[in-house]
Structure formats: C-alpha cells, structure tokens
C-alpha cells in the first residue's frame, strides 16, 4: 500500500464524501488487476486530484483521455478501512474489455465494512 495511506473515519473517508465506484470484478491480466484493484473490497474515489461525487462520465472521460499512459486513482478499501493510491495504464490492447477490464457501479461505501461476511474461523 506504500506510504500514500490514510485511515477511514467512522463511516466516512478522510476523502470526503461517502460515494464513488465500488469495483465488482477484475478480469484476469488486466489493466485493473496489474494496478493491484480487489473486487469487492475496492471503491474508486478520485482520477488524479478529481474526486467523483456522482454517476457520471467523469469515470470514463478521464480513462480515456489517459489511454495509453499512467494515471493515478485513489482508492479505498472496505476491507481494511484504509485508502491508497494506485497507478494504472488504461489500453485496450491487453486483451479484454474495456479500457481498465473492470465491473463496477456507483454507490455509497458508508459502512460497508459492516455488510461483508467476517470469517472468524474455519475447520476442514
């Protein structure tokens, strides 16, 4: 995660807001999966300094405008409740769909460490 970390703070992110785009799929040798994006945990905040507040093309606008070269997304993580900034290439020559080779809706990320299943132990 590097040192660009920053804890999450009751419900809400040190980003600001309590929307962005929750990613639900990461294909195989993608873009996304070389940037190190978790399907389920992950939810895209910002493209560089830009954060997404709504349902827009801004998501897609920005991928297109850095096809081809490194851009930075934060992101945040239900998982550990930490955010982090990742860099990805978004192209189309990896060999799949779409620019990042993602699934992903908008939505809020407010408590969403609460609506995930815990494992607390396992037995064979």
Request: glycine share 12%; charged share 20%; net charge neutral.
């Amino acid at each position: 995660m590097g040192g660009n970390v920053s804890t999450v703070d009751g419900d809400g992110l040190s980003v600001g807001g309590t929307e962005a785009f929750h990613v639900l799929r990461v294909q195989e040798g993608s873009p996304g999966a070389k940037a190190g994006l978790q399907a389920y945990f992950d939810y895209i905040v910002s493209v560089e300094q830009t954060r997404l507040t709504r349902d827009d093309d801004a998501l897609r606008s920005a991928m297109t405008a850095y096809e081809d070269r490194p851009v930075r997304l934060t992101l945040c993580s239900s998982k550990t409740r930490q955010c982090r900034h990742a860099t990805i290439t978004p192209n189309n020559v990896w060999g799949g769909q779409g620019l990042l080779g993602i699934s992903m809706r908008f939505c809020s990320f407010a408590g969403a460490h609460e609506r995930v299943w815990h494992i607390l132990d396992a037995q064979p």
